[in-house]
């Protein structure tokens, strides 16, 4: 499996912007299908955003699309995450995901197989 290490959370105002980014290591992120999710206390693992393994396929969930944009660096080995007009409902421990190459950008939990240990996103109303 892959090895992934995400960074860029922090505490931020409403209406605010963060880029998180996922560098993954132990193999090509070309490789995989890239996704981000997150996690607010006592609350289940929910998608926040996905790209297919070449960037042609990206999905979103519904409360960051037009806010939030997936993106990656395969020279970089590199997913990231650009957040924006964040709100304080988005904050939650974020975390990115790598599974097999499929067309469709996964948006569930079991399409991954490696996971990063979270970075914090704090957004203050």
């Known amino acids: 499996h892959v090895y992934l290490v995400e960074s860029g959370g922090g505490l931020v105002q409403t209406g605010g912007s963060l880029r998180l980014s996922c560098a993954a290591s132990?193999?090509?992120?070309?490789?995989?299908?890239m996704g981000w999710f997150r996690q607010a206390p006592g609350k289940e693992r929910t998608f926040v955003a996905a790209t297919n393994w070449y960037g042609g396929n990206t999905d979103y969930e519904d409360s960051v699309k037009g806010r939030f944009t997936v993106s990656r660096d395969d020279a970089k080995n590199t997913v990231y995450l650009q957040m924006n007009s964040l709100k304080p409902e988005d904050t939650a421990v974020y975390y990115c995901a790598a599974g097999p190459p499929k067309p469709r950008a996964g948006a569930m939990v079991y399409e991954y197989e490696s996971w990063g240990q979270g970075t914090q996103v704090t957004v203050s109303s």
């Open positions: 132990g193999g090509s992120s070309n490789n995989y299908n």
